[in-house]
């Protein structure tokens, strides 16, 4: 079992830059596939981004796709979502999320895919 704490939400002005970080805690954590999601409130969360468990093979979403960029550093037990060039319509509580899953990457694109989830940050964009 993997415990995910996400940290780096705030608030920032359209065209700014935020990085937001997951921390996991727990065994096993550079064997998982972990991915970013988002949601507004009465909407359904939606995918962002998910990352394999080396790091070297990544998914996003179209909407994000050259903007935000996602990392891991499995020494460090810690996932990472660089979000720039941010909109309004970025503005959501993000989630991080880990599965025990064993496929490419691009088919981690649903949330029935993850078997854990942390508690969200929350990042408001400005226009």
């Known amino acids: 079992q993997v415990q995910l704490v996400e940290s780096g939400g705030g608030w920032v002005q359209a065209g700014g830059s935020l990085r937001l970080s997951c921390a996991a805690s727990g065994r096993g954590f550079s064997s998982y596939v972990m991915g970013w999601f988002r949601q507004i409130l009465g909407k359904e969360r939606e995918f962002v981004a998910a990352?394999?468990?080396?790091?070297?093979?990544?998914y996003y979403t179209g909407s994000v796709k050259g903007r935000f960029t996602m990392s891991r550093d499995n020494a460090k037990n810690l996932v990472y979502l660089q979000m720039n060039s941010l909109k309004p319509e970025d503005t959501a509580v993000y989630y991080c999320?880990?599965?025990?899953?064993?496929?490419?990457?691009?088919?981690?694109?649903?949330?029935?895919?993850?078997?854990?989830w942390g508690q969200g940050t929350q990042v408001t964009v400005s226009s």
């Open positions: 990352i394999n468990w080396s790091g070297g093979s990544t």
């Open positions: 999320a880990a599965s025990n899953g064993r496929r490419a990457v691009g088919a981690f694109n649903a949330r029935d895919k993850y078997d854990y």
